[in-house]
Structures are given as C-alpha cells and as structure tokens.
C-alpha cells in the first residue's frame, strides 16, 4: 500500500483528532498501511496537538505496531501457555529452519512477516498459527512447510 | 427496527418475536466458538443457512450460529433443537446428511455422535454427557444457546429483563445492595468484591462516571472472556448498563484485546442494535438514564490488563501502571471516577438481579459465592470452557469434566492464574477451587486459565516460560520488575541451559521476596508467582538441573543427550537423510550414530524412526 498523507487524515477524522482515539487511529494506520509509517506519525502528532515524542512513545510500548514494513503474510504464532506445553516452539524453530527468519524479521521479499503473540484464545486447538483472519489448528512442525506451500499458493492466485 | 420507548414496549418486543418463532419446529444451533472456528464452524453456519435457504424452510427450520459451547475439544458442535441432539467434529461434507436424517426427519447420525471413552456408549444428548453433566452453567450457559449477533434471540430469552426490573423502580442503592449480597467478587483476578468497589464510585464526587470493560483478556490459556463477548455480548452490555445505572455513570468503555478481533466485531454490532431499541444512549426505555458506550481496542500489551494502565491506554498515554493510593473509583479516567471490572463480572449481573443476591450466594463457598468459568486447557482430553460452582474439587475439574490425561501419562499439576499464578501440584488435586484455597497453595485464582500439565513438562521450563513472558511484557515503569524479573529469567536460562552454579536456587528465591515486596503493580508484585510456587513444590527438579545437570522430564534440550539404541538400529539410513544437520552418520545397512556436537535436538530423527531406535536421555 502507497503511502498516502490524504487516508492517514481520513482515518484520523473517522475517529476525531483527540488524544483518546489516538490508539484507535494508529492501530487503524498500522491496519491499512501494514505498519506505522514516520510520516503518518508526524501527521498524527501533529493533527492531534500531541508530543510526537508521545506518539513515538506509544508506537514503540504496544507489540501490534511496527515502525518497519511488513510483509505481505504475518505470521502469528501462538505462545500462549496451552501452545507453549503442545509444542508451540518447535514450530518457530521449523519456521527458523525453513524461512531463515526469527519472530519480529520480514523476509527481503516482503512475502512473510514472523512474530509471536501470547495467545490468541483458541487454546483447545493448541499449538495455533494464525495468518490473517485465519487459524490454524492444531499445527505441528511437520506441517510447517506445507503451511508455507499454502500461502505460497494463495499469493500466486492473487496476482 | 423500532426504538423502545418503555418497559412494556420491551415486553411487547419479546412477545412479538416469540410470536414470530411459533412455527419453527427446530432449531439448528452451530458453534461459533473460538474453537469451532478454528475447525471451519463458520463455514458450517453458513453451509447449513443455505441448505434450509435452498429447500425454503427457513419458516420451520432456524439456524443459529451461537457462542461457544465450551466443549472446544469436540468441535465444531451442531446440537439440533428441540431434542438437543449433540454432533461432534461435524464438518461441511455431512451437513446434507445431517438435515436429511435429524432435521427433515427424526433419525440420528450414528458416527457424528460422542461417544463416552468410559463406558463406549453413544450419546445423544448434549446434557447428558459428562462434560456438561457435572457442570453448573449459570453465567457461561447462554453462550451456546444464543445468536451470538442477533439481539432478538437475546431478547426472546428474556434478555434486557434484568435492566427492565432495574429501571422500573429499583433505586441505584438497591442495586448496589443487591450485588453486595450476591457476595459476586470481581472475576478478573484480584476478587475484590463488586458490591463494594460500585459502592466507592457511587460515593466517589464527580458529575461525570465511567463504567469499563476490561476485555483486555491477556492471561495465556485463559479465553472465557473472549466467549462471553463473542457469544453474548448482550449480556456483558446489559450488565454494564446496570452497573452505570447504579453507579451514575454517564460513559461507558469495553477495551477489548486487538487479539480478539471477533469479539471486537460482535461488540460493536451489539452496541449499535441496543442503540437502535433505545437500550442505549438518551432516555433508556424512556426513563430519564442517559448512558452510551465504545468499544476501544488495546494493542498487545499485557499490562494493560492492570487497571490504571488500562486508563491510561484509553487516554491515549503509554500502558504504564500508576500507585495505587489514589484509588480509581475516585480518580481513574481522566481523572473522574471509574467503575472496572471484568467480562465475566459484568456478565454476572443480569442473572444477579434477576435471580437476586440471594440466590448467587447460596452457590459457592463461604468466602468465595457462585460460579466461576474455567478454561481447561493443555495435556487434558477434554479442552474447553467449564463452569463450576466455587469449592470444585479439582479432581472434578480435571477428570470428570476434563476427562484425565490424554495417553495415559501422569497429571503432573494444574497451572492457574497465568503469569500472576502459580502451579498446583499432584498432592493438592482434592484441593476445593476457591478464591482461598488457591490462594493457600500459593496459585491464584487469575481469570481462571487452568493449564493442566503431566509428566513431560519440565516445571524449570514452565517457569523460563513465564519468566519470558513477563520480561517482554514488564512495562518498564519499576525497577524491581523491569531489572529484577530479567535477572530472574537469566538465572533460570542458566538452570535449562546446563549453566548455573550452587547457590542460584538461593539467589532466585531472595529475588522473589524483594520483587514481591518491592514492585509497584499487582502484575508486578506477582510476577514472581510462577517460580515461588515450582521452587515450593518442584524443587527436586530445580536441584536436577542446578546439580545432576539434568532434566527429569526431558524438555530442556541442552541437557539432552539423543541416542541411537545399537539393537534397534537397522542402518535404513532415513534418520541421516532427515537430519538438517548432518549429524547423523554411518553406513547403510549398520548401526547409525548421532554426533553430539553437531545435533541439534530438534527430534526430528525421532519423528521418522520407524525402528524406535533413537531414545533421548
């Protein structure tokens, strides 16, 4: 996605420019641009009378934002404790193994992003990868290369 | 959809859409759950929507897609209404064959029904298998019987009732009354009693007031809030609206985890349906309460499950916690006093009012009343959403619901509490789950996360993991915390790593007491919790990996050794072929060998002995 000063003030006036939407609109920007680019931080400091030490402030505390793009699939596996006694770490190992990436790394291509989340609250599936508004369960690290076969499938369909 | 300007225009509402139902003969109810989900449930809603769209029989036959029925190991779930036949692992290819025989006709799907591994007989109903048999549903129950997006079907099952009594003549006072005989003491993991803290607020000087959700479920392995709001929304909003009634509050925030982007989506459907019926906003059922509420969504952050960090965040600051001398139903939001509790605190409210205090009290313990939901989650056959009055022995929890161990291996302890917690071990499974019973083993209630865990967890490993957990998600605010629980953590890598010395379990131990002691939030002054609680009943094996320089349960991988067992070996080579790491050698068709500098302990080698000749010790 282009960067586009005119979208990061639509989301800001979509929400009123007051510091208490400000996490909403920068989860919004994170949302639509797949990260929080410095532009759009200047911008909302700006419209919302802020610091942008403050906005940098809150960029930098919460996991969800990235300050570097993304790639086009993020991977989230879970690290919640149910996954973590199911074998959850053996699945980034298998991830570290095939895509060369440990959790917080974008591949050069922009294909995957890998990071960890402390569950997703689908326990009973456990371990669970999700990618986008999909999870899956019960994965392996067996199962880890035909995950990527997947997802590479999908891109190729995309375009 | 037309706004409802008194009591009776609600009552009338009901009648209407009970009227409307009359000539349903079934009702098809598919689990939307969490765990559903990650199954396909949605998929199956929808599949099962267009079969009864197709035949045009959507005047006899509903479907509903519900929140979660909790028995999450079993999905996705159909149960067909009005017989309650319950079907386990249903997926999309049989839903023809289901309609065919149990909703078009009165015949069962012998293979889709659960069997029970004890006696290997089939059953029918959902109430009469174990799982649900030995619970007591109360706050949790509507969650699978519901609409999870429609507030009509909330409605039709007297939904908004509890509001309706409140506003038609209850004092705010009495309200207050009513909760604090309920004895309903807040679900989210302090136990502070409900009654008491909306009490304060009320008190509290301010014109302005605001009630909050803390949805900001950040516990691992504890999802019961995720359901409720998912799958009754409208309970948890009713509750609020009470709460803001008895308090006079004028605003309302469910802050609500962005991991949980569902309950997100759900949240703020309800929230607009119950604005539309005039359940919200001014003039609530034509009275003079004026009260309006938002969803607000958090960004991954732990902490801001700690109340005065969750302000914070609302007010656009960094998550950080605060002292608290100042008190926030004095000062919270913005600096105007703030009612918070938890999704299932609120969601405990309709059933309070309706059934009053009273009622809640006579379930539970002394000091602990009513239900509380547990999610009954890792090595355990029955994973899920349980919910049990309070004083459950464990033993119930765990094998009657839970239905034991998968395998055959040893219960080893239950992990409750998430990082503010603590293990219970084998000794204590008779324990009766209260708020202080837990408290006395040295676990805590927490959210109610139980995290059953047998004899190949490594309890060192258990607390690395928590330790990790919390290192990444210490605000930084506190020195104890921010440098303390890191200090903790290296010594424990030490201890799995093969690295540490004598005396570290002592130096482990004086931390904890100074973090307990010294830390600046409830997170942080519990953040010791999970290696205070291994260190009082594990300690053999912290000695193991500190001394013997082993891992009794064999997860910590620096002190494994893996080894090819000569007599099994056959020399079929697929081990050496498998191996990232080309640490496996030796000639085809004689015994192989693992070097141990090269290996990396990643088992694959086990994985794909056919011979079972490769051991670990």
């Known amino acids: 996605m282009e960067f586009s000063l005119q979208e990061v003030d639509a989301i800001i006036d979509q929400w009123g420019p007051t510091p208490s939407s400000l996490l909403q609109i920068m989860l919004d920007i994170n949302h639509h641009f797949n990260y929080l680019p410095k532009e759009s931080v200047e911008r909302v400091a700006e419209r919302l009378r802020m610091p942008i030490s403050q906005v940098f402030g809150v960029a930098n505390f919460f996991k969800v934002f990235s300050l570097k793009p993304r790639g086009r699939f993020i991977m989230h596996v879970c690290t919640g404790t149910a996954c973590h006694v199911k074998g959850g770490p053996k699945i980034i190992e298998r991830l570290e193994q095939e895509v060369n990436l440990k959790p917080g790394e974008t591949s050069e291509d922009l294909f995957l992003t890998l990071e960890t989340v402390n569950c997703v609250g689908a326990c009973a599936s456990a371990p669970v990868v999700v990618v986008g508004d999909t999870t899956y369960s019960e994965v392996t690290a067996g199962k880890v290369p035909a995950l990527l076969k997947e997802l590479k499938d999908q891109e190729a369909q995309r375009s | ?617």
């Open chain 2, 1 to 617: 959809m037309m706004r409802l300007n008194s009591i009776q225009d609600l009552d009338a509402l009901r009648q209407q859409i009970l009227e409307q139902r009359k000539t349903i003969r079934k009702r098809i109810r598919i689990c939307g759950g969490p765990g559903c989900n990650s199954g396909g449930g949605d998929r199956l809603i929808k599949a099962f929507q267009k079969l009864i769209e197709d035949k045009h029989a959507t005047r006899e036959y509903m479907v509903t897609g519900t929140g979660c029925h909790g028995f999450c190991a079993r999905g996705p779930i159909v149960v067909i209404e009005p017989a309650n036949i319950f079907y386990e692992r249903v997926h999309e290819d049989r839903v023809a064959e289901i309609c065919e025989r149990s909703v078009f006709a009165d015949d069962l799907v012998e293979d889709l029904l659960y069997v029970d591994p004890q006696t290997g007989q089939k059953i029918v109903r959902e109430k009469e298998i174990p799982f649900y048999a030995h619970q007591e549903r109360i706050i949790f129950n509507d969650t699978g019987l519901t609409w999870s997006t429609e507030i009509d079907d909330y409605i039709s099952r007297g939904g908004y009732s509890a509001l309706a009594k409140v506003l038609s003549g209850m004092k705010p006072e009495e309200v207050i009354e009513e909760v604090k005989i309920s004895g309903l003491r807040g679900r989210g993991g302090g136990g502070f009693p409900s009654g008491v803290k909306w009490e304060s607020c009320r008190k509290a000087h301010g014109e302005f007031k605001y009630v909050i959700c803390n949805a900001d479920e950040g516990d691992p392995g504890a999802y019961m809030d995720r359901a409720l709001l998912e799958g009754t929304p409208h309970q948890v909003i009713e509750g609020m609206i009470i709460g803001a009634y008895a308090i006079g509050a004028k605003e309302g925030y469910i802050y609500c985890r962005y991991e949980y982007p569902l309950a997100v989506k759900h949240a703020n459907r309800a929230l607009e349906q119950a604005r539309e019926y005039g359940l919200l906003g001014n003039g609530i059922l034509g009275t003079d309460f004026n009260f309006d509420m938002f969803v607000n969504r958090g960004a991954g952050a732990f902490i801001c499950g700690e109340s005065t960090a969750l302000m914070a965040s609302l007010e656009g600051k960094i998550g950080e916690p605060r002292g608290k001398h100042i008190h926030t139903v004095e000062k919270g939001l913005w600096n105007r006093p703030s009612n918070l509790n938890n999704v299932e605190s609120w969601a405990s409210v309709p059933t309070i009012i309706n059934n009053g205090g009273k009622w809640f009290a006579s379930i539970g313990t002394e000091r602990s009343k009513g239900t509380k939901i547990f999610s009954v989650v890792g090595k355990i056959n029955n994973t899920g959403l349980v919910e049990v009055s309070m004083g459950t022995p464990l033993r119930k929890i765990v094998y009657d619901i839970g239905g034991g161990i998968p395998g055959g291996k040893r219960f080893k302890a239950v992990q409750t509490g998430g990082p503010s917690g603590g293990c219970v071990p084998e000794e204590l499974i008779d324990l009766a789950v209260d708020f202080e019973q837990l408290k006395q083993a040295g676990s805590m209630m927490g959210s109610g996360g139980m995290i059953v865990l047998d004899e190949d967890t490594c309890m060192v490993d258990v607390a690395r993991y928590f330790l990790n957990f919390l290192v990444q998600e210490s605000c930084g605010k506190c020195v104890p915390c921010r440098v303390g629980v890191k200090r903790m953590h290296e010594l424990v890598i030490g201890m799995c790593e093969g690295r540490a010395e004598p005396g570290d379990i002592e130096k482990l131990e004086e931390l904890c007491n100074t973090i307990q002691e010294a830390a600046l939030c409830g997170l942080g002054k519990s953040a010791p919790n999970p290696v205070a609680s291994t260190l009082r009943y594990f300690r053999d094996e912290y000695n193991a990996h500190v001394f013997d320089k082993r891992c009794p349960a064999k997860v910590c991988k620096p002190l494994l050794t893996y080894i090819i067992d000569t007599d099994k070996c056959t020399g079929c080579g697929l081990c050496r072929l498998k191996c990232p790491e080309a640490a496996i050698i030796g000639a085809k068709r004689e015994c192989h060998c693992i070097d141990e500098e090269l290996c990396v302990r990643c088992g694959i080698c086990i994985d794909n002995c056919k011979f079972d000749a490769i051991y670990i010790e």
